[in-house]
């Protein structure tokens, strides 16, 4: 059986692209312009090119004079001048065309960056400090993150270690990360889920979304990340059988993948969250009503992670409008970061990845969600498709949820304040949820401290040490957060009340 390390490393190499090596079968030209034309070798190193006729005008599955099938010639083995990435970028643009039944309207520029050099960009970019500390609260509510930790910088890494390529609607340009950046060696997986990133830019303006919490980030990727790894799927199946012989693909890790080295994994399950539950999402959409029908979700996209985690919930289940009435005393105010929501939110997703997150840290000794139940497998290994299983039970409920944060000139360097309030679908869920939350109080040494009601404790020496209060009304549960007991009544009025 693989280590819960092993485990985490395979779900990221899914993320930052798939490995597979090129088969060396035959593929053929498109059926309307080839009369049956095959190519009988693969591309590059001598093999035949073949190049069926241009079409009189711009069509389906044919891009800037290349067809999705055709053969080109490429040696990959000792990475990819100019004009082969050009041929091998054009291609891309054709099969992704084909295959999700939309026209590029403009080409895409790619450039090619070193792993060093984006993970030197990534460590280099700079938090306003408000910002920065809210962030690293969000994390801390979510037991992942300690106080004394920066959880920006944390995230980058994540990200620098992770990411295979991105596309940037701001500039209409992709990056490819590479290992080699003066001759690429080209995932063709990655430069297709990019592609096609541009692809929806270009038909559905991917700027229009609101995604200020991660939350609404990880709803609306449900569509936008989700279609682009149907599509990766789609594409990926095709370059086994119509198409083996001819798709550049990773023939070890270093080739076009992630770096493999995650600051904490924590974060980044919760990220990734979009990426393992968006494709089903997409494909039950798609086989209810064609492409059609999924093109139509980018002027309706889901409104929650629950809506993607459980795809009848779509149009049907409204998340709740949470808020929190700011009741602070003694110094405490609310902290307002410029240019963002005074609140957080997390969702279904932050809930499930919360309870966990203890599993990876402890290497499966604590295990408040079971591993097996959380890590879908085929012939035991992370399944390609849908990796991870973010239902569970303590989670399921699910309604709504907000995260405010306090701070205090007179508190302690690091010291922070936070009201984390959840509204679930009945009071079963909600005292479900509380429950586990208390197992997870207890995985960080916490203590109930006498005579306070439904008041914890978790010791010094420990990166969550703080005071805990959590109320559970009806369907809707308030965790309140402060650095001692004295202090939790000043940041919310009421709470940690004297028995």
């Known amino acids: 059986m693989r280590t819960v390390t092993a485990i985490a490393v395979a779900v990221m190499l899914v993320l930052a692209g798939c490995s597979q090596a090129p088969g060396t079968d035959t593929t053929t030209g498109p059926n309307a312009t080839t009369q049956g034309t095959q190519a009988t070798a693969a591309p590059g190193d001598g093999a035949a090119v073949v190049h069926p006729p241009d079409p009189d005008s711009d069509v389906l599955g044919w891009e800037n004079g290349v067809w999705y099938n055709e053969t ?7 990475g990819l001048n100019d004009s082969e990435m050009d041929a091998v970028v054009n291609r ?4 992704v065309e084909k295959i999700r039944q939309l026209e590029f309207e403009k080409k895409v520029p790619v450039k090619i960056v070193s792993r060093s050099e984006f993970k030197k960009n990534q460590q280099s970019q700079k938090t306003p400090p408000k910002r920065r500390t809210f962030d690293n609260v969000k994390y801390e509510a979510l037991m992942m993150v300690g106080e004394s930790t920066d959880s920006i910088a944390v995230q980058n890494r994540n990200t620098g270690s992770s990411v295979g390529g991105y596309y940037s609607p701001k500039k209409e340009s992709i990056v490819i990360i590479s290992n080699n950046e003066s001759a690429p060696k080209m995932n063709e997986i990655t430069l297709a889920q990019e592609l096609f990133h541009a692809l929806q830019d270009q038909k559905y303006n991917l700027s229009k979304f609101d995604q200020r919490t991660r939350e609404d980030h990880n709803a609306v990727d449900g569509i936008v990340e989700g279609d682009g790894n149907y599509v990766d799927y789609l594409y990926e199946q095709r370059c086994k059988n119509a ?9 070890n890790e270093g080739d076009g993948g992630g770096g493999g080295d995650l600051a904490n994994i924590g974060p980044y399950l919760l990220k990734f969250q979009p990426y393992s539950d968006g494709p089903p999402f997409v494909k039950s959409v798609r086989q209810n009503g064609g492409w059609q029908a999924v093109n139509d979700l980018y002027q309706d996209p889901p409104a929650s992670t629950e809506q993607v985690i459980h795809p009848k919930k779509y149009g049907t289940d409204a998340p709740a409008d949470v808020s929190i009435r700011d009741t602070t005393s003694n110094g405490w105010q609310r902290l307002e970061p410029k240019g963002r929501p005074n609140y957080a939110k997390v969702g279904e997703a932050g809930i499930m990845s919360m309870f966990t997150y203890p599993t990876y840290e402890s290497q499966g000794k604590t295990q408040i969600i079971p591993f097996d139940k959380f890590v879908n497998r085929k012939n035991g290994e992370p ?6 299983n973010y239902r569970s039970e303590p989670s ?11 701070t205090n000139g ?10 984390f309030k959840t509204k679930w679908d009945s009071r079963k869920d909600a005292r479900q949820f509380v429950d586990t939350y208390e197992r997870l109080l207890q995985y960080r040494d916490a203590k109930r401290v006498d005579g306070r009601a439904n008041t914890w404790k978790i010791p010094p020496k420990n990166g969550f040490n703080d005071a805990f209060y959590v109320q559970q009304k009806g369907d809707t549960v308030v965790i ?5 007991v004295g202090d939790l009544s ?10």
């Open 396 to 406: 399921a409920g699910w309604d709504g949820d907000r995260i405010a944060v306090y």
């Open 383 to 388: 399944a390609k498709f849908d990796p991870l």
């Open 410 to 419: 007179r508190a302690a360097a690091n010291e922070t304040g936070y009201v």
């Open 92 to 95: 891309a643009m054709a099969r």
């Open 490 to 499: 000043d940041v919310h009025a009421g709470a940690a009340p004297k028995q």
């Open 72 to 78: 080109i010639n490429v040696t990959r083995s000792d």
């Open 243 to 251: 198409w083996k012989g001819t798709c550049l693909l990773p023939q």
């Open 480 to 484: 309140v957060n402060a650095p001692s």
